[in-house]
């Protein structure tokens, strides 16, 4: 199971590198939740999207906004139902221009091969502690 969760995390980011929304749809349980990091670090106050047709709309709305949007995870731990994924993300404003990267880590929780639940961090020790993986 647990390889099965890694290559589903996979597919998704894949996904949505190449701005393929309904393909990383795929990989999300129809009642995902996802804890958006953009809106934390736009606008200091992050936000929960909750089902396929929220993540849709969150997608739709940072595509508006970035020309480029793209993340990597060189490093993705195993641990049970929960999947923690270590990397950088980049982006570039559509009409500002602006650049931005930071460090991301992504944690996931698993059901069925699929992403249930989703938080992402800016801070590695934080993200840790959110999967009770600090100790």
């Known amino acids: 199971m647990s390889q099965e969760n890694v290559e589903a995390f996979k597919r998704g980011l894949e996904a949505i590198n190449r701005r393929d929304v309904e393909a990383m749809l795929e990989e999300l349980d129809p009642q995902v939740e996802w804890h958006d990091v953009f ?7 992050a936000k929960v999207y909750r089902g396929h047709e929220d993540v849709r709309e969150l997608f739709r709305d940072l595509f508006a906004a970035f020309a480029v949007i793209e993340s990597e995870y060189p490093e993705i731990r195993d641990v049970g139902d929960q999947l923690v994924a270590i990397g950088r993300l980049r982006a ?9 990267e930071s ?3 992504s944690v996931c929780e698993m059901k069925n091969g699929k992403v249930l639940r989703i ?17």
């Not at 938080?119 to 100790?135: H, I, N, P, R, V």
């Open 39 to 45: 809106s934390l670090m736009l606008v200091g106050e």
């Open 92 to 100: 570039r404003g559509m009409e500002s221009g602006a650049e931005l």
């Open 119 to 135: 938080q992402t961090y800016l801070d590695l020790k934080e993200a840790l502690e959110a999967a009770d993986l600090s100790g």
């Open 103 to 105: 460090q991301v880590v």
